[in-house]
């Protein structure tokens, strides 16, 4: 009989010490993330030092130790009430908004008054009118001389254009070469170990390290050459490459006799289709994934021996390390630094090779301290169903702890286990993490569709809120990734009076959780290699009079003052670790104006104070803003043109049921936004670009790269011959999405 694989869920770990929370798993040692923030070390490189800089009680902030807020913290909204009329009469809208309002123009292919009903009532709809790029609509609108209405997901999009740019030109320009050195060091480092440990308890240890290093080095550079010839050591090796290649689904790790999902090791993200990219993902998956779990005195000699080699390797290992945890976090399983510490205790600094054999008490101490570190917060190594559904590892190059995985892992069996049904929530949904950090909307859809009636997961719920939701610069201010989480997290707040109405109602609410969703699917897209999934347990033209094209920025002053914050920690960090140019960072201050001007606008607007001509240039000019960083990252595509070439719609699986599924979250292509807001007395209408997102399962075996993504949404693709291939699956938008939401009629 088949045995059953589960991915242990492990109750995830708190900010306050000394505690745990929530039902289900296992209860930890307090402080989220603080194997995290142990694995930055100021010693060895300039780079360490500069990680762990802002390090303060053992936390470690990379984005500095607090939030710089450029918004005015004393801002008291004042934009007067008003209401949209029945008959749309006292919204103004300009000739070229003609054909969008006007109801003589109302057909079977322009529904005006279904567009007209919509706003009426609440202020704004959405269209599915799908363009390519976010830009799109802003610079048609400025040459039809219609008015913009500038969105947060505009601005987070373009983020996400440069912040995935920045992450492969590093990896290209230095991480990968940096890897490469880094895998030829520690196979050297490694075959002096196994030569000087033979006949020792330690040698079969060393010839697993010789085995994973190889294979690592391997998958970076099929140049490199075996450390030893023998046989089984070929076997192994071979075997597991071939799984790697494969990447079909859970199989018996060779080295470590754990099980891994080898499907993880399809490339996926922007790493797709770059050959030297696709080396270094599948390197960096083995390196993060491989787990040396401290149940197995082999495995953790294996660790030992690896924290050695690396010492004598530190810079290499560091500058990968220090540089990948600025981007997407640190690491969530114990590695390089507590096993050294460790170490240097337990064999008294004597930590030769030499001094290792046969120092049966040295090793014991050491085993017993291994066992006392903090357990991950993110468990992803699938397991038999009658073991611990904890496994505590070292990781070469763990994977990285994120708040909305932590999150979520605690929202999945077996830490909610059943419903009153006897089903299991095998998959969490992306408004978990909204929910959890403070979204009542979020929550009530969750409720709605039967997350309460899972036994433990409306206390786990509240727990994660405690503890989650606050403005704790140690969740915050770690990395790029928690930092942008944290841009989003305004957008959950509820307006009230002083704010445009069409804030003040639940279908914006709900507008602005797609926001939050399909701008997080970004994120995940983006640190698809490096961030820990988790896993459930088994079981125009011209005129006399120019029209009046003025538009408007969405009132989010503490979004663009994030947004300017986490622009300008970007380049600061980068400029740290020297891995920018000049060009690179004249973007990335172009980003920060560009948030500082809608920070700026949007509080104007907010004290209902005229705007100036420059405001309103600036609102009218935003999409040649925008089109210029999706210009900047796709100038490597050969006759760039149209931004058909370089589509928006991008993929990433989150979380894997080892029954068979993953849970896929995506965004579409960009749909547009029609709004009313006020300017000087009077109410007009302009229009923008929002997400489209997409949630769904995925068979596990096919876990979807951004190019099959792109084809199901399009209905297909042209082949080699022109001929053209249909695909009927294209998913269905979250239900919750569509009740401002209207079919694409223009």
Known sequence: MKKRIAVCILAFLVVLPGCSFGKGGSNTPSDAGSVAASSVSAESTEEGKDAASGAVSGKVYLLG????????????????????????????????????????????????????DA??????????????????????????????????????????????????????????????????????STKKQYDALKGTEFEAAALKNAEFFYIGSKLVDDGVVAPISDGSFDQVVNDELSKIAKAEGVATNGITGKEEDYSQYKPRGYYEGDTELEKYFRAMMWYGRTAFAFDNEELVRAGLLQSLAIAENAESWERIYNITSFFAGTSDDPGYYEFSDIAKKCYEDKLDVSALAGNSDAFGKFMSA???????????????????????SYRFMGQRFTVDAAIMQK???????????????????????PAALGSEKALEILNAQGAADFKNYSENMAASKEHFNNNEPSLWNV??????????????????????????????????LETFTGSFAELKHDTILYSKQIGAEMGGGDEEVTPDDRGFVDTQPVVFSRFKFLSERTKEGLERYGVIDAKEKENLDKLSEIAGTLLTISEKELKNEKLSDEDYEFIRCYGGNIEHFWREVNAEVENLTDSYQAPCPVIADIATDPNGT????????????FVV?????????????????YQFEQPMSNRLTDGQWRDMINGGHMDDDWNWVENTDKPVQPEWTQSYRMEKTW
């Open 370 to 392: 291994v066992k006392e570190l903090t357990p991950p917060a993110i468990n992803s190594i699938p397991v038999k169903e009658d073991e611990e559904n904890v496994v505590p």
């Open 479 to 512: 990395s790029l990734y928690s930092g942008w989480l944290n841009t989003l997290r305004p957008l959950l707040e509820k307006k009230g009076a002083g704010y445009p109405k069409y804030m003040q109602n639940d279908e914006w609410v709900k507008k602005n």
């Open 119 to 188: 706003i009426i009532k609440n202020g704004f709809v959405v269209e599915v009118a799908e363009s390519d790029e976010f830009f799109e609509e802003y610079e048609e609108n400025r040459y039809e001389l219609r008015p913009n209405f500038v969105t947060v997901d505009s601005l987070m999009h373009t983020y996400h254009l440069y912040f995935s740019y920045l992450m492969k030109q590093t990896e290209k320009n230095h991480l990968t070469s940096e890897l490469k050195k880094l895998g030829a060091q520690m196979l050297e």
């Open 662 to 673: 993953v849970l896929e979250v995506g965004t579409g292509k960009a749909n547009k936004i």
């Open 411 to 433: 929202l999945v069996y077996r830490a909610v286990q059943e419903n009153s049904a006897g089903e299991k929530r095998m998959l969490p949904d992306a408004l978990d993490v």
């Open 677 to 693: 807001f006020p300017i000087d007395g009077e109410l007009h209408v302009g229009s923008g670009s929002v997400y489209s997102f």
């Open 65 to 116: 130790d607090s939030e710089v807020k450029y918004y005015d913290e004393n801002l008291v909204p004042a934009i007067p009430d008003y209401t949209i009329k029945e008959d749309f009469s006292n919204v103004v809208f300009n000739s070229h908004q003609d054909g969008y309002f006007n109801l003589e123009n109302q057909s079977e292919y322009n529904d005006v008054q279904a567009r007209r």
